[in-house]
């Protein structure tokens, strides 16, 4: 969600979001530790990508989970900590947003469907089945 033109975000260590406006107000800067667990904010993308991975495979689902979805998205749709990869990043980003993320669909429509091929966005939908039956509680 944004708030005066600033997105929120999770800490990717315990799954804590902050919305845009303490993200307007320099959560980050000011607090360089996640409020909850302490963890640090600012970690390199492949620490990053490490805490989001982690977040989703090593803990229950919950609240978390739409953003860590969304997240692991992102990274791989950019290759943040991690090999780009549109085909994996579309999956973790149709995860998300049937999980109810509000702003993966818009990422996937207004980034990744532009640099994907129709066969890549098949391979897509295949792998995001792929992983739903390997790991039915990607969708709890």
Known sequence: EHVDGKESGICTACGQS??????KG???????NC?????????????NFTRCWKLLHDRSPGRYTPWAQFNLGVMYGRGNGVEQNYVTAY?????AAT???NIAPRFKSEFLEQKMTAAQI???????????????????
């Not at 320099?26 to 607090?31: A, E, V, Y």
């Not at 409020?35 to 620490?47: G, L």
């Open 18 to 23: 902050y919305c845009g406006a303490c993200n």
């Open 122 to 140: 098949t391979k897509a939908e295949e792998l995001v089945k792929e992983m739903i039956k390997k790991n039915p509680k990607l969708l709890n």
């Open 99 to 101: 999980k109810g993320n």
């Open 91 to 95: 999956a973790w980003a149709s995860i």
């Open 35 to 47: 409020p909850t667990c302490r963890a640090p904010f600012a970690v390199s993308d492949e620490e």
């Open 26 to 32: 320099g959560l980050t800067r000011r607090s360089p």
